[in-house]
Antibody
Framework: EVQLALSGGGLLQPRRSLRLSCTAS????????FSWVRQAPGKRLEWLGL??????????EYAASVKGRVFLSRDDSKSVAYLIMNHLKTDDTAVYYC?????????WGQGTLVTVSS | QSGLTQSPSASGTPGQSVTITCSGN????????VFWYQHPPGTAPQLLIS???QRPSGVPDRFSASKSGTSASLAISGLRSEDEAAYFC???????????FGGGTMLTVL
């Protein structure tokens, strides 16, 4: 069974950094790209970026809205994908998802709530 | 807000059929594949339709979808109470160089 477990959410202060870990199981991690998506309260889903598999070059792509503030990485030996978001703002309050694939995203994790507040 | 356009709500009674539409432009739906997701409350979204009209393994054939020009639609026949969920569309946007989503349609089974 494909599972994507997110950790690292919670309450964070503005200007701090967020680090999310997405631990995958049930499939061949190294063969897949991973996408990151968030949904702020009352807003639509927002794509943040993706990291491709190493066999596909391992490249990252970022949404313009977060480029320079979000960094994606992966550790294939641990089957973990990471998101780091710097200089948090209150507008970054959202449920964050990691998901497998890009076009399509075929599996989503449960999501984790990140609240940015002083 | 950039993205795809969906009606915020839809409803039907058990056994009925309902269609949810998703409209975009030539940068997204007009030039790229559309994906549909079901998102029941409190759970992870699930891929319902891939590549405009393809059902992944395990998705009932009550769900079907199509794309024409810059719009796409998802049809659900034989509505069941368990179909009550949010449904959203997604497509790559060439101008934005990223994935864009519809605002989601909340389906209520009366």
């Amino acid at each position: 069974e494909v599972q994507l477990a997110l950790s690292g959410g919670g309450l964070l202060q503005p200007r701090r950094s967020l680090r999310l870990s997405c631990t995958a199981s049930g499939f061949d991690f190294h063969a897949h790209s991973f996408s990151w998506v968030r949904q702020a309260p009352g807003k639509r889903l927002e794509w943040l970026g993706l990291i491709r598999s190493k066999p596909s070059g391992g490249a990252t792509e970022y949404a313009a809205s977060v480029k320079g503030r979000v960094f994606l990485s992966r550790d294939d030996s641990k089957s973990v994908a990471y998101l780091i978001m710097n200089h948090l703002k209150t507008d970054d309050t959202a449920v964050y998802y990691c998901a497998r694939g890009e076009r399509p995203i075929d599996y989503w994790g449960q999501g984790t709530l990140v609240t940015v507040s002083s | 807000q950039s993205g795809l356009t969906q009606s915020p709500s839809a409803s039907g009674t058990p056994g009925q059929s309902v269609t949810i539409t998703c409209s975009g432009n030539t940068s997204n739906i007009g030039n790229n594949d559309v994906f549909w997701y079901q998102h029941p409350p409190g759970t992870a979204p699930q891929l319902l339709i891939s590549l405009n009209s393809q059902r992944p393994s395990g998705v009932p054939d009550r769900f079907s979808a199509s794309k024409s020009g810059t719009s796409a639609s998802l049809a659900i026949s034989g509505l069941r109470s368990e179909d009550e969920a949010a449904y959203f569309c997604a497509a790559w946007d060439d101008t934005l160089s990223g994935l864009v989503f519809g605002g989601g349609t909340m389906l209520t089974v009366l």
